[in-house]
């Protein structure tokens, strides 16, 4: 399998402000969603410089998809309007709340 790292980004003082606590608050729902699905796996993480990361793998042909169900699982997980998901090596980051639509034409 052909795989792509999506690295679910949070700024940590604002997580922390959310009420969900830390990042396995977060971590922990998403990997249960993820293997419910069979889109794909959280496979690890970190917090640092201020920044709180879920990594996420998935098929890169199931990417789009992929994104779309990351964005509904954290949006109902009530996590920070900054959260966004940094895409291998996509230079802009998709916001968790930017408008339901297709997945952003920056996705390839």
Do not use: C, H
């Not at 999506?6 to 830390?22: K, Y």
């Amino acid at each position: 399998m052909d795989s792509q790292m999506i690295e679910v980004m949070f700024n940590s003082q604002d997580l922390a402000r959310s009420g969900l606590g830390g990042r396995d608050a977060v971590a922990v729902p998403l990997k249960d969603a993820l293997a419910a699905s069979g889109l794909g796996a959280v496979t690890g993480g970190g917090t640092g410089g201020g920044v709180s990361i879920v990594d996420v793998e998935v098929a890169k042909e199931r990417v789009p998809e992929a994104v779309r169900f990351l964005k509904q699982q954290l949006r109902q997980l009530g996590v920070p309007p900054s959260t966004v998901l940094n895409i291998g090596d996509s230079d802009v980051p998709i916001g968790v709340y930017e408008p339901w639509g297709e997945v952003p034409s920056r996705l390839g």
